[in-house]
């Protein structure tokens, strides 16, 4: 198996790891990028994206992400579409190695290996995924203008994607597993006041339905008790808010995760818990999760790794 040096590893791709790819490439690093299990990340198995700057009529999640591995590419950094499957942050230079077995000996790490959001587990999610389904509002609410929408979900994420989408479309239905909303007070009332949210508490959705895309969901009431009862609502798009999941299992143990999962950062800065070893996008962010704020953030870390190596 090979065994090479680099001065920069970037694991992970989408818009915080060719970022970093780009700036790093351009102060002469070298970087190496494993672009792991999706290349591009998440925004490749999103439609339209019209919010990131500079895009007037918008550009497919895919064709954003093939310019961004270009633009790194044509200024040295070398990607791979494999996979990092073991580190070892405990003295540098970082060993780190593919899963083919090769080695890298890395100076330094710039991990940008996302979230990917969590979903119901039911098949007409995957059936209706860019046809109604969608787990992100502020990036695929303005689709659903004047519509009715459903968002699942009963946390903070699910009340701010509500309230945004209730902006926009003519009725958001919130449907709530339990008796109540574990967001914070605020959010709740926020929720509960808004006159075009309405809030199906004790509710579960059993399945989804349309001809060419969602045009309803099918829902259960008090689901497993004598309660029992199946209705259905009628909707275009149904916006799953249960939380995400940070790609960061390789990393446990390694660096200091909080209790989600996301790897922590040092203030303002890209700095993990391991000196060297750095963090881009959304698998240090739970909180804003967007492609422009993934960006700035592989920015970041580029420039904190550089900064590094002229340290040390
Ligand atoms: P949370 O884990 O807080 O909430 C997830 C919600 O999804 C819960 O209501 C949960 O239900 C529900 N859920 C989970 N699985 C299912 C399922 N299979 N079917 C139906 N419902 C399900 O995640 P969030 O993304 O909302 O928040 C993550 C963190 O980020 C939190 O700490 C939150 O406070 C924070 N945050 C803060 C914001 C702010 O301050 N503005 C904005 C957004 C997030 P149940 O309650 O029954 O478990």
């Not at 090479?4 to 590893?9: A, D, G, M, Q, S």
């Not at 672009?35 to 994206?49: C, D, K, M, Y």
């Not at 961004?68 to 003295?91: H, N, W």
């Amino acid at each position: 198996m090979a065994e090479e040096k680099t001065k920069v590893l970037i694991i992970g791709s989408g818009p915080a790891g060719y970022t970093a790819g780009i700036y790093t490439s351009r102060a002469n690093l070298h970087p190496v990028i494993y672009e792991g299990p999706v290349p591009g990340g998440q925004l490749t198995q999103t439609t339209e994206i019209e919010n990131f700057p500079g895009y007037p009529e918008g550009i497919t999640g895919q064709a954003m992400m093939d310019d961004l591995r270009k633009q790194a590419a044509r200024f040295g950094a070398e990607l791979r579409a494999d996979i990092i499957s073991k580190v070892d942050f405990s003295k540098r230079p970082f060993r780190c190695e593919d899963d083919h077995g090769n080695v890298i000996i890395a100076e330094t790490v710039i991990v940008s290996t996302g979230a990917s959001a969590r979903y119901l587990g039911i098949s007409d999610e995957e059936k209706y995924r860019g046809l109604g389904v969608s787990a992100c509002a502020t990036c695929d609410g303005f689709f659903y203008r004047k519509q009715d929408v459903a968002v699942v979900g009963g946390g903070d994420t699910a009340c701010e994607e509500a309230l945004y989408l209730s902006t926009l479309a003519r009725k958001v239905y919130l449907i709530v597993r339990k008796d109540y909303l574990r967001a914070s007070k605020v959010m709740k009332k926020r929720v509960e006041e808004r006159e075009n949210i309405e809030i199906l508490y004790n509710c579960n959705t059993k399945g989804l339905f349309g001809e060419d895309g969602v045009e309803g969901a099918h829902i259960v009431r008090h689901l497993g008790t004598d309660k029992e009862e199946d209705f259905d609502i009628a909707i275009t798009g149904f916006f799953l808010a249960i939380g995400h999941k940070p790609a960061t299992d390789l990393f446990r143990g390694q660096l200091e995760l909080d209790n989600e999962g996301y790897i922590k950062v040092k203030g303002a800065t890209s700095h993990t818990s391991v000196e060297g070893v750095f963090a881009a996008g959304d698998v240090a962010d739970p909180r804003y999760r967007q492609a422009i704020t993934a960006a700035g953030s592989g920015c970041r870390a580029a420039l904190d790794a550089e900064r590094f190596l002229m340290e040390h």
